[in-house]
């Protein structure tokens, strides 16, 4: 799986967007963007994912730029328990349960 | 709530014990895998198990072995416990055969080794 760099940490006002950058320079044509997140004492938990278009859910928007060398994961209007480290993950589309983490970005939302 | 359910929460052993960590997977899911957090980094792969069998393993010495049952609960257990074996469990399960499988996590079970 291709190497994933992100900001280790990130702060964000409650109520704005929260924007987390990801860069995947080496990514592969077959490789999807994902990406997780892991509240406090909690297990990683799914957000998105995409291949080459954006995407969004009710979660989350994702923004693939279109050489697919990094993304941008938006939370559009942040609320405390948006408080957690957010995984992104490069990974072939059907690779098993087999996840690949980085350290994450330590995204804080602030009152 | 995602359905997977670690057992035990907690669980505190001495060096050179044997440990056995239980997950029940969510509904429907046929592939279950296992992963260890050290304190302050992200989760490392240990193994995945699909229809009872080990299918795919990270770096982790034979001492960490598991079991899948046929309703797709798990054990991870880990033999001869060193104090590096501390951390925190994860269990996770998702449907194999979707392309881009979602996993679903467990909160996880934090082993301490004295």
């Known amino acids: 799986d291709a190497k994933t760099t992100q900001p280790p940490s990130m702060d964000c006002a409650e109520g704005r967007a929260a924007n987390l950058p990801c860069n995947h320079s080496?990514?592969?044509?077959?490789?999807?963007v994902y990406w997780y997140r892991q509240i406090h004492s909690q297990g990683p938990q799914y957000i998105i994912h995409?291949?080459?278009n954006n995407e969004t859910n009710e979660m989350a928007s994702l923004i693939i730029t279109e050489d697919r060398k990094s993304s941008t994961l938006i939370l559009p209007h942040a609320t405390l328990r948006d408080t957690a480290v957010y995984y992104c993950?490069?990974?072939?589309?059907?690779?098993?349960?087999?996840?690949?983490f980085g350290g994450g970005t330590r995204l804080m939302v602030k009152p | 709530e995602t359905g997977v359910t670690q057992s035990p929460t907690h669980l505190i052993k001495t060096r050179g014990q044997q440990v056995t960590l239980r997950c029940s997977s969510q509904?429907?899911?046929?592939?279950v895998s296992w992963y260890q957090q050290a304190l302050g980094q992200g989760p490392q792969f240990i193994f995945q198990?699909?229809?009872?069998?080990?299918?795919g393993r990270g770096n982790f010495p034979p001492r960490f072995s598991g079991l899948q049952f046929p309703n797709y609960s798990s054990e991870l257990n880990v033999n001869a416990l060193e104090l590096d074996d501390s951390a925190l469990y994860l269990c996770?399960?998702?449907?194999?055969?979707?392309?881009?499988?979602?996993?679903?996590f467990g909160s996880g079970t934090q082993l301490s080794v004295l």
């Open positions: 993950i490069v990974r072939v589309g059907y690779a098993g349960n087999m996840l690949t």
């Open positions: 996770a399960s998702s449907l194999r055969d979707s392309q881009n499988e979602k996993l679903f």
């Open positions: 509904s429907g899911h046929n592939t």
């Open positions: 198990y699909y229809r009872e069998e080990e299918n």
């Open positions: 080496t990514i592969s044509g077959n490789e999807y």
């Open positions: 995409g291949l080459k």
